[in-house]
């Protein structure tokens, strides 16, 4: 990684950029009260296979602020929170990834006033099997300009997000109780707003614990 916070607290990255790390550009894990704010995540390569895949990756974190914040040519997901809660993602502008924002696996966060556009899907909200949090929900997903996401799939095979179609707004797997409302989901070609159980992944379940279908989600005024 470019930058790797373990096992910390009361952390701020601000105002910097950062550019092609062989991993991800900036991670952080184990970490609480962590704030990422006014930075550019990118890979000089444009869009290519062999990028890191996230420019921003807190993951097992709690109390995540990530603020304007761009992110662009991530072979993955641009800003993605992972088996997180409490966090907020806002005023960010991804474009140009794979996934522009994706919360996975992750409790209370609120995603709002960004713009995610010319990525191969908008916004995903997704729960994974065979992870340490298992179970996501208490997502709201408001006030974002979710538009013209119709950039080529560029992810390895393998990953999950190789699995989103080329033109998503915004993608709900299996995760629970969601809120999507007060966006503007505009000029993505294939998907406005999806709902779809995980085994639209044609993937193999081996985690007891998991269930595949989204439930409670709440989608109205956008």
Known sequence: EGINVTNCNNITLDGFSIQ???????????CEN????????????????????????????ENVLLEKCEVSYCADAGVYVGQSKNVIVRNCYAHHNVAGIEIENSLMADVY????TENTGGVLVFDLPDLVQKKGGNVRVYNNNIHHNNFPNF?????????????TGVMILATNHVEIFNNKIISNNSIGTSIISYFMTENKIKDKDYYPYPTGIYIHDN
Do not use: F, R
Request: glycine letters at 10%.
């Open 155 to 167: 992810a390895p095979k393998g990953n999950i997000v190789a699995n989103v179609p080329q033109g």
């Open 113 to 116: 006033n960004n713009e995610s």
């Open 34 to 61: 962590a704030i990422l704010k006014n930075l550019n995540s990118t890979w000089t390569t444009g869009a290519d296979s062999m990028n890191g895949n996230y420019g921003y990756y807190p993951v097992e974190c």
């Open 20 to 30: 092609d790390a062989k991993g991800d550009n900036i991670k952080l894990k184990h």
